[in-house]
């Protein structure tokens, strides 16, 4: 991929659909489409020319993120034209509690998906992983009779597919939604179904959860969504001083097999340095490799996937980190900037900008223990206090012209001010711990 993803100016308004959208080019449409969210993203899909075309070419998470806006009920048309690769998805980040299923999210995603049409249903047995289903399934039946109960030439049972298995459900709640299923696939993808059953008959349900459960980390790593302990290393610092950048590997042979992230970085926009940098677009392999940072921050911070808002505040403070370090290694040379952000690993430009501000959060928390903390005015405590908080905030004591505002920390200006002020603060408390009492 060629193309560059084009992430900066992002509109505030909803989008309008315009009257021929319609008749777009099914490139322009999709351009319009990545650019929307929720329901404006929905009313744009199905007023596009092949929305058959649209929904499996939309990033796994993106439409995550879209249907979990929009909710199960009106959702439905879109599950329908979703991939498999998309479909997997949402079962692998909605249905497990760590590395177990959760078999109430099991079956409440099979309840949602016995609610879309017959070949939905059909295609969901032909071409999601059948280990999956059996797994799910297997968590609410338990199978006490199966094929060998029936003699090959009896060709009555073999017409009575309802019967070649003799299930018992764990509650009500299974028979009604798996017996639908299973009426479904009897008739209509038997071979899937026997696979399935058989599964479920032949595996321990651990082994089982085990296999799904290590296919499920492969698919997640892809994206760069890893365990909790694992991702924390984004936060590992790092010697401002001794940074050194141009370390980056060639990624676009990785990056080739993954789908456009666009969607998800037009969540939340860059500022300053950064956004300069970004302006013109940037290609599909450095994108690919800004969400992989992303995820590892949602992992990091425990980020709720399918809600929008930490998404976009998440990604927020990740652009933000981005732009400290570009405006601390480059100065105001923005063509510097620009070879940095394309030739160094984005992950150790964030733990650049995360040292910076860790540094000055270290010296705020310094202050905050020290005896005569109290003593200090009250604009000193408060600033000390967003400083040490998560995600720590800049407090600006406001003058006779202008107003005192609390904003995101992302600029090498803001960092200047506040070493200034905690250089003030840590000289007076020096003074106060040095008078007699």
Not at 402 to 409: G, K, N, Q
């Amino acid at each position: 991929m060629n193309e560059k993803n084009q992430i900066t100016n992002r509109s505030q308004q909803s989008v309008a659909v315009p009257i021929s959208f319609h008749q777009m080019p099914l490139k322009e449409q999709l351009l319009q489409i990545h650019q929307a969210q929720g329901k404006d993203k929905y009313r744009l899909i199905f007023n596009s020319s092949k929305p058959e075309i649209v929904v499996p070419r939309l990033h796994p998470q993106e439409l995550y993120l879209t249907v979990n806006d929009l909710g199960a009920e009106d959702s439905l048309e879109l599950i329908s034209l979703a991939s498999p690769a998309q479909i997997t998805l949402i079962l692998d980040l909605d249905c497990w509690d760590l590395d177990t299923l959760n078999p109430e999210s099991a079956l409440n995603w099979l309840e949602f998906l016995s609610n879309c049409d017959e070949e939905t249903i059909c295609r969901l047995a032909r071409e999601t992983e059948p280990e999956i289903l059996a797994l799910m399934i297997g968590k609410h039946v338990t199978i006490i009779r199966g094929l060998e109960a029936y003699d090959d030439d009896d060709a009555e049972n073999a017409k009575r597919l309802e019967a070649i298995y003799d299930i018992e459900y764990k509650s009500e709640d299974a028979a009604k939604i798996l017996g639908s299923l299973f009426n479904i696939w009897q008739e209509r993808e038997q071979n899937h179904y026997l696979q399935i059953m058989e599964i479920i008959r032949s595996e321990s349900l651990l082994v089982l959860e085990e296999e799904v459960y290590q296919g499920r980390s492969a698919r997640l790593l892809d994206l760069g969504i890893i365990p909790t302990m694992d991702a924390r290393v984004i936060y590992s610092r790092t010697n401002p001083q001794t940074f050194v950048v141009g370390d980056k590997q060639d990624f676009r042979l990785e990056a080739d097999s993954l789908p456009n992230p666009l969607a998800l970085l037009k969540t939340a926009t860059p500022h300053h340095f950064l956004a300069a940098v970004m302006e013109e677009g940037i290609p599909h392999e450095l994108a690919c490799e800004m969400l992989h940072l992303v995820n590892r921050k949602f992992s990091a911070d425990r980020i709720d996937l399918s809600s929008s808002t930490e998404v976009r505040d998440a990604l927020q403070q990740t652009y933000d980190n981005l732009n400290l370090a570009l405006q601390y290694l480059a100065g105001t040379d923005l063509d510097q900037a620009s070879e940095i952000f394309h030739t160094t690993w984005l992950q150790r430009l964030f733990q650049l900008g995360h040292s910076l501000i860790s540094h000055e959060q270290d010296r705020a928390t310094a202050i905050k223990k020290d005896p005569h903390f109290a003593d200090l005015d009250e604009s000193s405590t408060f600033f000390i206090e967003l400083l040490t908080q998560l995600p720590p905030r800049h407090f600006c004591e406001g003058c006779d012209t202008c107003p005192s505002e609390i904003c995101a920390i992302n600029t090498i200006e803001q960092i200047q001010r506040i070493d200034e002020r905690l250089t003030q603060l840590e000289s007076i408390l020096d003074r106060l711990n040095k008078s007699p009492a």
